[in-house]
């Protein structure tokens, strides 16, 4: 066979000598493709054979320069040539095979590792001859061990807690740091989830959240409330990472968590020094101001009301004084909690310094409602305050602004209500005042009301008056309502709008309910024993439910006089019956059962379930008179009727419609099947002397009035 050498030379060659050029071409590509080299070193000549695979190694061109033992130790590290020359001399010297891992420094000044290994050859007096050997590059190998090397200890030593889990949140592993966190240790949690320290505290939205969060971003970060091994909560900074494969598949997650609580506790006391009354831990100055601009803007949106009181302590400059601070501190500390114990828990009191006070009520509609809350705090303060066995009288003036009347700024109210409150102060102080003389006037009124109520029965200032019911188709007056009236000797007559609200807050209606109960059964008894037999119905409030003895009272009337039960209409309404549907359903079971009828007034302003409205042993439905005012012109007002009556006729109940005034009222109501009327049309209310005139000559042509 002949090779070419060059474009001139032809050299012919055996077959054998072909199969070794093939053969040692083959192990220099197997040396390439497995980075190891071998190497010759004749001892007698001190001569060194490299292949070509070595110099590669070394970053070296194959054979560019005549190596040499020497030669080699150049490229060597330096820190690591006195180890590696003598582990190679005492392999010699030894007579055994020599290995050794170490540094070299590349051509390029690249830094690599290598694996070295040898046997050596003596000849028969034991003097060594040769060395071989091989190379190993093993860079990427020590490259990656030392990485993981410097992770693990990162990992370890980090000040932050890590937790790795699985794709299926499997904990494989914790560092040091999180042990100590967490309280637990790698193998009592391994192969749990990290469920295993939930507080408890976040519900499932928050964790849903965090999930799709995790899952569509890779990663999540936030606060969370985990729970020590010992059972102690802990607030975490908690960064949560997904690792993916290079195809996409979820392997891990990693959780880093660092433990805030510390921190939180500092921030909560800053916020406290900040926002808070160091004496009696009230918002100051500078959170009831906060609190009040961050209300006023839903306050506007939604129309609604609010009231600021600015409170001042009488004569605490005198217990102070006499007493001293300590003493006065301790004094301010039980007045705070006096307030706050008269309020709501969305009402906010505030200590703005020394003994001055605020209030925010917020979502206030009723000026009396307002004056209610400033009465409680003044009625408070008529017993004494007791600090360590002895007792302080003192009193509070208080001054009241309301948004948006007074002012429309934190400011504007502020300003107001200390206004009132210097007004109080000047008229004799433990009083309240308005800032608006509107609204004084207003809770004037109420005062001369409230005291003048409890003597309106004795001094006969009350008086009923009936208005009829009528029936359409018998064209006939089937019964009549009791409404009661009041002729003030001073204001004259006051509608009962303005005075049974005050009578129910002062627990006067017990008294003036059994009143009209007894004038109405007595009135009706008359009515009765004269041929006219009409069902009276009386209004009564939850007050008088609520009232044990209700039940018992009304009937004892009712025997009295001799009425029988049957003729006698109890009308409660809807929005009363809704408050306590429970309660309320015993009552009302119990009276049906003693022979009372029952019937739910102003129908349809209070919301109430019709399972329960099944339930209810009331005979008669009353339709408010809102709903039927329009009824002729509003067609939700007819559709809300005409369902209305739909309804009571499938439960079997009567319905009767109040405020008819115009014909139009009447003929809408007829096209509707409601036949029972009450209203101005056929009359207005009227004394029983009235009343019996009106019967009388009743013909069933009512005319508005």
Not at 42 to 52: G, I, K
Not at 193 to 213: A, C, I, R, V
Not at 372 to 392: D, L, M, Q, T, Y
Request: charged residues 30%.
């Amino acid at each position: 066979m002949q090779l070419p050498l060059s474009d001139s030379e032809v050299v012919d060659i055996s077959d054998d000598e072909l199969y070794c050029k093939k053969l040692y071409g083959g192990l220099l590509q197997a040396q390439a493709l497995a980075h190891i080299g071998h190497w010759e070193l004749d001892l007698v000549n001190n001569s060194l054979y490299w292949s070509d695979e070595v110099y590669r190694i070394f970053g070296l061109e194959p054979q560019e320069f005549e190596a040499t033992y020497e030669a080699f130790l150049k490229y060597v590290h330096p820190e690591d040539i006195d180890m590696v020359n003598n582990m190679y001399m005492s392999s010699l010297k030894e007579k055994r095979g020599y290995y050794v891992e170490h540094r070299i420094v590349r051509e390029n000044g690249e830094i690599g590792f290598v694996e070295e290994s040898c046997e050596h050859e003596f000849d028969k007096d034991g003097n060594p001859l040769k060395s071989i050997g091989t190379v190993h590059d093993i860079t990427r190998r020590k490259n990656a061990e030392n990485e993981l090397v410097l992770a693990s200890a990162v990992f370890e030593k980090m000040n932050d807690g890590v937790l790795i889990t699985d794709a299926s949140q499997r904990i494989i592993t914790i560092n040091s740091a999180y042990s100590e966190i967490s309280g637990y240790n790698i193998e009592e949690i391994r192969g749990k989830t990290p469920n295993t320290f939930s507080s408890g505290w976040h519900d499932k939205l928050f964790y849903q959240n965090m999930w799709s969060e995790l899952n569509q971003e890779g990663h999540w970060n936030g606060e969370i409330a985990d729970r020590r091994k010992n059972g102690e909560l802990y607030t975490a900074e908690l960064n949560i990472i997904a690792l993916h494969d290079k195809e996409g598949n979820l392997t891990n997650y990693i959780s880093i968590v660092n433990d805030i609580s510390e921190k939180k506790k500092k921030e909560s006391l800053i916020h406290n020094l900040a926002y808070f009354d160091a004496l009696t831990n009230l918002p100051n100055r500078v959170l009831f101001q906060e609190r009040v601009i961050n209300k006023i803007p839903s306050l506007q949106r939604n129309s609604k009301k609010m009231a600021l009181f600015f409170i001042d302590m009488d004569n605490f400059k005198n217990i102070n004084d006499t007493f001293g601070h300590f003493t006065g501190d301790k004094f301010l500390i039980e007045v705070a909690k006096s307030i706050k114990a008269t309020l709501r828990d969305e009402d906010t009191l505030a200590r703005l310094g020394g003994d001055e006070f605020t209030v925010t009520l917020g979502d206030a509609e009723s000026v009396l409602d307002i004056a209610v809350v400033a009465e409680k705090i003044i009625e408070r303060f008529k017993s004494p305050v007791i600090i360590e066995g002895r007792e302080f009288y003192t009193g509070a003036s208080i001054g009241i602004s309301i948004y948006p009347d007074d002012g429309t700024t934190y400011e504007e109210l502020v300003k107001a209500a200390d206004t009132a409150m210097y007004q109080v102060k000047e008229s004799g102080k433990n009083s309240y005042q308005f800032y608006t003389q509107s609204m004084n006037e207003k809770i004037t009124e109420r005062s001369l009301i409230e005291n003048d109520l409890r003597s309106a029965i004795s001094r006969n200032e009350l008086f009923l008056e009936y208005q009829p019911k009528v029936n359409l188709r018998t064209k006939k007056v089937y019964g009549m309502e009791a409404l009661i009236r009041w002729n003030h000797p001073d204001i004259g007559l006051i509608r009962p709008d303005k005075f049974i609200g005050i009578s129910e807050e002062t627990g006067q209606i017990s008294q003036i309910g059994l009143w009209v109960a007894r004038q109405a059964i007595s009135d009706a008894k008359a009515l009765y024993d004269e041929g006219k037999r009409l069902v009276v119905s009386i209004n009564v409030s939850s007050k008088q439910l609520n009232d044990d003895s209700f039940i018992n009272d009304i009937c004892a009337i009712a025997d009295n006089i001799g009425l029988d039960k049957g003729y006698i209409e109890l009308e409660i309404t809807e929005s009363h019956i809704m408050k306590d549907v429970d309660k309320a359903l015993s009552i009302l079971n119990a009276l049906s059962e003693k022979g009372f009828k029952l019937s739910i007034d102003d129908f349809g302003t209070g919301y109430s379930s019709l399972s329960y409205l099944k339930k209810l042993p009331a005979k008669t439905i009353k339709i408010d008179r809102s709903f039927v005012l329009d009824i002729d012109k509003d067609e939700d007002d007819r559709s809300i009727v005409a369902a209305i009556i739909a309804m009571a006729r499938s439960l079997g109940k009567d319905v009767i419609a109040e405020g008819s005034e115009t014909k139009e009222h009447i003929e809408a109501l007829k096209s509707l099947h409601c036949y029972q009327i009450q209203g101005y049309y056929f009359s207005k209310p009227l004394r029983i002397e009235k009343f019996r005139e009106f019967i009388k000559d009743f013909k069933g042509d009512g005319k508005s009035v």
